[in-house]
Protein backbone atom coordinates (compact mmCIF):
# COMPACT_ATOMS: atom_id res chain seq x y z
CA UNK A 1 0.00 0.00 0.00
CA UNK A 2 1.12 3.76 -0.46
CA UNK A 3 3.04 4.69 2.46
CA UNK A 4 2.91 7.97 3.90
CA UNK A 5 6.15 9.57 7.07
CA UNK A 6 6.18 12.14 9.45
CA UNK A 7 8.95 13.75 10.61
CA UNK A 8 9.86 13.93 13.55
CA UNK A 9 8.64 10.86 15.33
CA UNK A 10 8.66 12.77 18.96
CA UNK A 11 9.23 15.92 19.72
CA UNK A 12 9.53 17.87 23.69
CA UNK A 13 9.77 21.61 23.37
CA UNK A 14 9.29 24.72 26.03
CA UNK A 15 6.21 26.42 26.54
CA UNK A 16 5.62 29.01 24.24
CA UNK A 17 7.60 27.42 20.87
CA UNK A 18 6.19 26.89 17.77
CA UNK A 19 6.53 23.60 16.71
CA UNK A 20 6.66 21.87 13.26
CA UNK A 21 5.37 18.14 11.58
CA UNK A 22 5.96 17.50 8.29
CA UNK A 23 3.95 14.78 6.57
CA UNK A 24 5.05 13.34 2.83
CA UNK A 25 3.57 10.76 0.83
CA UNK A 26 6.59 8.71 -0.61
CA UNK A 27 5.47 7.17 -3.29
CA UNK A 28 1.93 8.74 -4.28
CA UNK A 29 0.57 12.43 -5.33
CA UNK A 30 -1.53 13.62 -2.32
CA UNK A 31 -4.02 16.07 -3.37
CA UNK A 32 -6.09 15.93 -0.28
CA UNK A 33 -4.15 15.47 3.50
CA UNK A 34 -5.70 15.71 6.50
CA UNK A 35 -4.34 16.38 10.03
CA UNK A 36 -5.84 14.61 13.15
CA UNK A 37 -5.20 14.94 17.03
CA UNK A 38 -5.74 12.15 19.44
CA UNK A 39 -5.65 12.61 23.54
CA UNK A 40 -4.70 9.83 25.20
CA UNK A 41 -7.45 6.68 25.52
CA UNK A 42 -9.33 8.83 22.92
CA UNK A 43 -10.34 8.52 19.55
CA UNK A 44 -9.04 10.59 16.29
CA UNK A 45 -10.51 13.74 15.97
CA UNK A 46 -10.37 15.57 12.69
CA UNK A 47 -8.28 18.82 12.82
CA UNK A 48 -8.23 20.17 9.20
CA UNK A 49 -8.02 19.15 5.50
CA UNK A 50 -6.07 20.74 3.19
CA UNK A 51 -6.00 20.89 -1.02
CA UNK A 52 -2.71 21.27 -2.15
CA UNK A 53 -2.24 24.74 -3.26
CA UNK A 54 -5.38 26.09 -1.52
CA UNK A 55 -6.09 26.80 1.80
CA UNK A 56 -7.08 24.49 4.51
CA UNK A 57 -10.14 23.92 5.75
CA UNK A 58 -10.78 23.37 9.78
CA UNK A 59 -13.12 21.66 11.83
CA UNK A 60 -15.10 23.61 14.28
CA UNK A 61 -13.70 24.70 17.38
CA UNK A 62 -10.28 23.98 15.67
CA UNK A 63 -7.99 27.27 16.12
CA UNK A 64 -6.57 27.98 12.43
CA UNK A 65 -4.01 30.95 13.59
CA UNK A 66 -3.05 27.99 15.99
CA UNK A 67 -2.60 25.18 14.00
CA UNK A 68 -1.02 26.78 10.77
CA UNK A 69 -0.86 24.06 7.65
CA UNK A 70 0.79 24.41 4.62
CA UNK A 71 0.21 22.23 1.66
CA UNK A 72 2.84 23.50 -0.57
CA UNK A 73 3.14 20.76 -2.86
CA UNK A 74 1.53 16.97 -3.74
CA UNK A 75 4.28 15.22 -1.63
CA UNK A 76 4.28 17.24 1.25
CA UNK A 77 2.57 19.26 4.23
CA UNK A 78 3.14 20.98 7.20
CA UNK A 79 1.77 21.54 10.40
CA UNK A 80 2.96 24.05 12.60
CA UNK A 81 1.43 24.13 16.10
CA UNK A 82 2.53 27.83 17.03
CA UNK A 83 3.16 28.99 20.55
CA UNK A 84 2.19 25.63 22.19
CA UNK A 85 1.17 25.21 25.77
CA UNK A 86 1.00 21.98 27.62
CA UNK A 87 -2.81 21.66 26.24
CA UNK A 88 -1.39 20.89 22.81
CA UNK A 89 0.62 17.92 24.16
CA UNK A 90 -1.13 14.95 22.23
CA UNK A 91 -0.64 12.72 18.74
CA UNK A 92 -0.42 14.10 15.56
CA UNK A 93 -1.39 12.18 12.70
CA UNK A 94 -1.45 12.98 9.53
CA UNK A 95 -3.30 11.16 6.26
CA UNK A 96 -3.32 11.54 2.63
CA UNK A 97 -5.44 10.73 -0.24
CA UNK A 98 -4.38 10.00 -3.67
CA UNK A 99 -6.68 11.63 -5.90
CA UNK A 100 -4.57 11.73 -8.71
CA UNK A 101 -4.79 7.96 -9.74
CA UNK A 102 -8.23 7.82 -8.80
CA UNK A 103 -7.88 6.50 -5.39
CA UNK A 104 -10.28 6.72 -2.80
CA UNK A 105 -8.56 5.23 -0.02
CA UNK A 106 -6.31 7.51 2.77
CA UNK A 107 -3.02 6.30 4.16
CA UNK A 108 -2.14 7.37 7.57
CA UNK A 109 1.22 8.43 8.79
CA UNK A 110 2.72 6.86 11.78
CA UNK A 111 2.08 10.04 14.15
CA UNK A 112 4.03 12.68 15.84
CA UNK A 113 4.34 12.43 19.66
CA UNK A 114 4.24 16.39 20.67
CA UNK A 115 5.14 16.80 24.50
CA UNK A 116 5.16 20.99 25.55
CA UNK A 117 6.90 21.19 28.62
CA UNK B 1 -22.21 11.72 7.61
CA UNK B 2 -23.68 8.60 9.55
CA UNK B 3 -22.46 7.65 12.94
CA UNK B 4 -21.73 3.90 13.49
CA UNK B 5 -21.78 2.28 16.87
CA UNK B 6 -19.47 -0.40 17.79
CA UNK B 7 -19.11 -2.60 20.93
CA UNK B 8 -16.32 -0.65 23.24
CA UNK B 9 -14.64 -3.92 23.43
CA UNK B 10 -13.89 -7.47 22.58
CA UNK B 11 -12.03 -10.51 23.40
CA UNK B 12 -10.63 -13.14 21.06
CA UNK B 13 -8.90 -16.23 21.63
CA UNK B 14 -5.50 -16.62 19.55
CA UNK B 15 -6.04 -18.55 16.24
CA UNK B 16 -9.88 -18.12 16.33
CA UNK B 17 -11.91 -15.89 14.40
CA UNK B 18 -12.69 -12.23 15.66
CA UNK B 19 -16.07 -10.77 14.80
CA UNK B 20 -16.23 -7.08 14.99
CA UNK B 21 -19.99 -6.04 14.63
CA UNK B 22 -20.95 -2.22 13.29
CA UNK B 23 -24.79 -0.97 13.53
CA UNK B 24 -25.24 2.31 10.87
CA UNK B 25 -28.27 2.28 10.53
CA UNK B 26 -28.87 5.44 8.89
CA UNK B 27 -25.95 5.28 6.24
CA UNK B 28 -26.87 6.77 2.52
CA UNK B 29 -26.62 5.20 -0.72
CA UNK B 30 -23.64 6.97 -1.73
CA UNK B 31 -21.64 5.82 1.54
CA UNK B 32 -18.76 3.28 1.49
CA UNK B 33 -18.55 1.27 4.64
CA UNK B 34 -14.74 1.42 5.90
CA UNK B 35 -12.62 -0.37 8.68
CA UNK B 36 -9.35 0.93 9.87
CA UNK B 37 -7.57 -0.18 13.01
CA UNK B 38 -5.05 1.31 15.46
CA UNK B 39 -2.20 -0.44 17.06
CA UNK B 40 -1.19 1.25 20.29
CA UNK B 41 0.56 4.24 19.51
CA UNK B 42 0.68 4.43 15.98
CA UNK B 43 -1.25 5.36 12.97
CA UNK B 44 -4.50 4.00 11.49
CA UNK B 45 -4.13 1.16 9.31
CA UNK B 46 -6.69 0.71 6.27
CA UNK B 47 -8.17 -3.15 6.57
CA UNK B 48 -11.19 -2.95 3.95
CA UNK B 49 -14.05 -1.14 2.89
CA UNK B 50 -17.60 -2.33 0.90
CA UNK B 51 -20.56 -0.11 -0.39
CA UNK B 52 -23.30 -3.40 -0.84
CA UNK B 53 -21.52 -6.53 -1.81
CA UNK B 54 -19.31 -8.93 1.08
CA UNK B 55 -15.69 -8.26 0.18
CA UNK B 56 -12.50 -9.91 0.92
CA UNK B 57 -8.98 -9.24 1.19
CA UNK B 58 -5.43 -10.67 2.85
CA UNK B 59 -6.28 -9.27 6.45
CA UNK B 60 -10.65 -9.63 6.57
CA UNK B 61 -13.90 -10.04 5.24
CA UNK B 62 -16.85 -7.28 5.33
CA UNK B 63 -20.02 -8.75 5.82
CA UNK B 64 -22.56 -5.91 5.16
CA UNK B 65 -26.29 -6.93 5.65
CA UNK B 66 -28.63 -6.81 2.55
CA UNK B 67 -30.04 -3.56 4.16
CA UNK B 68 -26.75 -2.26 4.79
CA UNK B 69 -27.40 -1.00 8.54
CA UNK B 70 -25.11 -2.92 9.75
CA UNK B 71 -21.80 -5.06 8.88
CA UNK B 72 -19.19 -7.28 10.28
CA UNK B 73 -15.62 -7.27 9.90
CA UNK B 74 -14.10 -10.94 10.36
CA UNK B 75 -10.76 -11.76 11.00
CA UNK B 76 -10.35 -14.86 10.45
CA UNK B 77 -7.64 -16.59 12.41
CA UNK B 78 -6.43 -13.81 15.15
CA UNK B 79 -3.04 -13.61 16.25
CA UNK B 80 -1.96 -11.62 19.37
CA UNK B 81 -0.66 -8.78 16.69
CA UNK B 82 -4.28 -8.27 15.65
CA UNK B 83 -4.84 -6.85 19.66
CA UNK B 84 -5.57 -3.09 18.40
CA UNK B 85 -8.61 -0.40 18.20
CA UNK B 86 -10.78 -1.47 15.11
CA UNK B 87 -12.89 1.45 13.69
CA UNK B 88 -15.82 0.89 11.52
CA UNK B 89 -16.93 4.29 9.32
CA UNK B 90 -19.18 5.27 6.86
CA UNK B 91 -18.56 7.84 4.06
CA UNK B 92 -20.06 9.19 1.02
CA UNK B 93 -18.43 8.08 -1.98
CA UNK B 94 -17.21 11.50 -3.43
CA UNK B 95 -13.69 12.32 -2.92
CA UNK B 96 -14.68 14.81 -0.70
CA UNK B 97 -15.61 12.95 1.97
CA UNK B 98 -13.55 12.97 5.16
CA UNK B 99 -13.32 9.82 7.55
CA UNK B 100 -14.41 10.86 11.00
CA UNK B 101 -13.50 8.55 13.55
CA UNK B 102 -15.84 6.88 16.56
CA UNK B 103 -14.99 5.40 19.50
CA UNK B 104 -14.35 2.13 18.05
CA UNK B 105 -14.06 -1.45 19.59
CA UNK B 106 -10.63 -2.41 21.36
CA UNK B 107 -10.34 -5.90 20.71
CA UNK B 108 -7.88 -7.93 23.03
CA UNK B 109 -6.58 -10.96 21.26
CA UNK B 110 -5.77 -13.41 23.95
CA UNK B 111 -3.57 -16.27 24.01
Known amino acids: GAVVSQHPSWVICKSGTSVKIECRSL??????MFWYRQFPKQSLMLMATSNEGSKATYEQGVEKDKFLINHASLTLSTLTVTSAHPEDSSFYICSARDGVAGVNEQFFGPGTRLTVL | DAKTTQPPSMDCAEGRAANLPCNHSTISGNEYVYWYRQIHSQGPQYIIH???NNETNEMASLIITEDRKSSTLILPHATLRDTAVYYCIVRPTSNTGKLIFGQGTTLQVKP
Open chain 2, 50 to 52: GLK
Open chain 1, 27 to 32: DFQATT
